[in-house]
């Protein structure tokens, strides 16, 4: 009993399959613009796509023609369906709470089951055990109007629950919430995720760390990585996934313990799968050929920076040139040519670096996991 | 139709500050404006003969007209609504080849001098014409009666009350009720516990100018409808009549109507209770705002 997806949308370059099980929650993650949020809307039945067809636990959500006999009207097309939005059981918490304005907490919450045709004092029963959930118990009475931020969310979350779904769709839940508020509400969808199926789309990688059991990248509307979130942000294939992960990762292909990247550069490491390690996890799709065959990836902590290119043999030096200093955590983050480096204020100042200067990023072979792509 | 569109727009609340970039001649040309429309309702009032006001409204015809005009004006508005609505849904939410000139067509009577209206229908639905003539085999008379008054009044008023919907419904936008859909909710229940409620500023204020304009239709009623006491002789005719013979009862009966116009428009636009305060502060009282 699982969601099982295939769309594409040709206007958006969109096209990806995937599945969810029934008690999974996949943190759907990329750049904006990659097309997450098109997913999301062609599974609640706001958005139709091209092509592609949808079921949930068994149901058909939608199932929709290739190019021509989409296109052929009457009732010849017996293949096509659509299930409209009110019918696929499928619940969505977006990042603004939208919880409609002339209604009190209470029937907010309570709306879902009276639509679903429960009696007006058994969806008042069943809106307020989710608001106790949500600890919103105390709100009930108010008009939206009168909520902060987070607790609209927590109510918004409520209402979503209060139906049920077979599927919980989060998009950016916690985007339009001061950062005071956003651990409460994490950890409440901790709760009441768990033996639940839900797509949640974040950039925050600590939502895909607590919440999402797997992670999905999409880049440019298709799946370019995906696998369990402590695979992905380990062993990071992607751009993205890395800078997720916070790691430098290099791609090129692998010989033993070095990896030969494209431009000839060779980078010395420790092949993954040693204690400890987590076991890689497949590819979504097959690489093309020529594609790069292994990475490399090490933490940005790792890295030292010189200015001139030091002696040593088990090291990896890179030649860049610094672009962007940004603070980092009592770190100053020095970027340069797409790798990074976390060096103290003080280094900073004694190397005397700044944008445009030319230095040796150097590391130590040990700390250079490499795993095959 | 902007200038009479409700003063609060639901969500957005008046800044907290002293500042404001309006500059100061404008309020100069603001005041001329106001008196354009001022001056004359005051010297119409100042032609009242106050002594014999009671005695001049109160005669039979007056009444008769009165109370016609209350009727076939709530009858109109009432039109308005049931073919308002899913008129201004369809304007706003469907997507369909010749929407634009179905929009035209429909706001085409603000623009038409009412008496082309009124011939408009005349030829339509008068005794003579192809669907009156149909109506005539069963014995029913459209043109002439007070059926005819509440078509000429609702002619000329529903594209009022569309016009303020279908704004009221773009502004809402759709967010609400794609939620509300995803909750389980049936079109129709959406319509009726989300759309209609967020919307009801609109509904309102479009109803309200529905039936001020209804109440103040002339020329279409006259050429549609006659000018029959009791029958089809409404208010604006009485007076026009008046003038003529009494104008003393003229001005009195203007007077009244007036009055009646200013009611109708503060109680839809500035009781404490009204619907668009109460959805936009969310102050209502502990029961639901809605049935």
Redesign the interface.
């Known amino acids: 009993m699982t969601l099982e997806l295939t769309m594409t949308i040709g206007a958006r370059h969109l096209e990806l399959a995937l599945s969810v099980g029934s008690t999974e929650t996949v943190a759907l993650m990329g750049a904006n613009g990659a097309g997450k949020s098109s997913v999301l809307q062609a599974l609640?039945?706001?958005v139709k796509p091209d092509a592609g067809h949808a079921t949930l636990g068994g149901r058909p959500l939608f199932r929709l023609g290739t190019g021509s006999s989409a296109r052929t009207s009457g009732t010849g097309d017996t293949g096509s369906a659509w299930l409209?939005?009110?019918?696929?059981?499928?619940?969505?918490l977006?990042q603004?709470p939208?919880l409609?304005?002339?209604?009190?907490v209470l029937?907010n919450v309570a709306?879902?089951p009276r639509?679903?045709g429960a009696t007006k004092a058994a969806a008042a029963t069943t809106a307020w055990q989710w608001l106790r959930e949500v600890d919103a118990g105390d709100l009930a009475?108010?008009?939206?109007?009168?909520l902060s931020g987070g607790q609209a969310q927590r109510v918004a979350l409520a209402?979503?629950l209060a139906?049920d779904p077979e599927l919980l769709l989060l998009d950016e839940p916690m985007a339009a919430l001061d950062v005071n508020t956003t651990p409460f509400l994490r950890s409440l969808l901790k709760r009441v995720l768990a033996g639940r199926r839900a797509i949640i789309v974040t950039h925050d990688v600590l939502d895909a760390l607590m919440l999402a059991d797997r992670i999905i990248v999409m880049e440019h509307g298709r799946i370019v990585e995906a696998g369990p979130t402590a695979a992905v942000l380990t062993h990071p294939r992607s751009a993205f996934a890395a800078s997720l992960a916070g790691l430098n990762v290099l791609s090129g292909s692998l010989s033993g313990s070095t990896l030969l990247m494209p431009d000839g550069v060779k980078v010395a490491g420790r092949p993954a799968g040693g204690p400890g390690a987590q076991a890689p996890h497949a590819a979504p799709e097959p690489l093309a050929e020529g594609g790069p065959e292994g990475m490399a990836a090490f933490a940005p902590s790792s890295v030292s920076v010189f200015l001139s290119p030091p002696a040593g043999s088990p090291r990896n030096c890179f030649q860049v040139r610094v672009t962007e200093l940004e603070p980092h955590g009592g770190h100053i983050r020095v970027r340069a040519s797409g790798l990074a480096a976390d060096v103290s204020p003080a280094a900073i100042a004694e190397l005397g670096l700044e944008p445009g200067t030319e230095v040796f990023f150097v590391v130590k072979a040990a700390e250079v996991v490499l795993y095959p792509a | 139709m902007q200038v009479l569109a409700p003063r609060n727009s639901p969500r957005r609340f008046g800044e907290p500050w002293q500042f404001q970039a309006v500059p100061r001649w404008i309020y100069l040309l603001a005041g001329v404006g106001a008196l354009f429309i001022l001056l004359p309702l005051f010297g119409m009032v100042a032609q009242v003969d106050w002594a014999a006001f009671i005695p001049l409204i109160s005669s039979e015809s007056s009444i008769a007209a009165l109370g016609l005009s209350l009727r076939t004006a709530t009858a109109s508005t009432l039109l308005c609504i049931i073919f308002g609505i899913p008129l201004a849904l369809v304007l706003a939410r469907a997507r369909f080849r010749g929407q634009g000139v179905l929009r035209a067509l429909i706001l085409l009577p603000l623009v038409v001098p009412p008496v082309v209206g009124g011939l408009a229908l005349l030829y339509t639905f008068g005794r003579v014409a192809w669907i009156g003539q149909t109506f005539s085999t069963f014995g029913i008379d459209i043109a002439f009666s007070t059926t005819a008054v509440v078509m000429a009044q609702a002619f000329v008023a529903l594209p009022f009350l569309v016009l303020s919907l279908e704004g009221s419904l773009r502004t809402a936008g759709q967010k609400y009720e794609a939620v509300a859909a995803t909750l389980g909710a049936r079109p129709s229940t959406v319509l009726r516990r989300i759309t209609l409620p967020l919307v009801l500023p609109g509904l309102v204020s479009g109803a309200v100018l529905a039936f001020a304009r209804s109440l103040g239709e002339f020329g279409a009623t006259l050429t549609f409808a006659g000018s029959l006491q009791g029958v089809t002789r409404t208010l604006p005719l009485e007076i026009y009549l008046q003038r003529e013979t009494d104008p003393d009862a003229a001005v009195a009966l203007s007077f009244l109507l007036i009055a009646v116009s200013l009611v109708v428009v503060l109680l839809a636009y500035r009781t404490p209770r009204s619907p668009l305060r109460v959805l936009v502060r969310g102050s209502a009282p502990p029961q639901d705002v809605l049935p």
């Not at chain 1, 409609?100 to 009190?104: G, I, R, V």
């Not at chain 1, 009475?141 to 009168?146: L, S």
Request: proline share 12%; aromatic share 6%.
């Open positions: 609640s039945g706001l409209p939005p009110h019918q696929r059981g499928i619940g969505t977006a603004e939208l409609f304005p002339h209604l009190s029937d709306f879902g639509s679903a009475q108010r008009k939206p109007a009168q209402r979503a139906t």
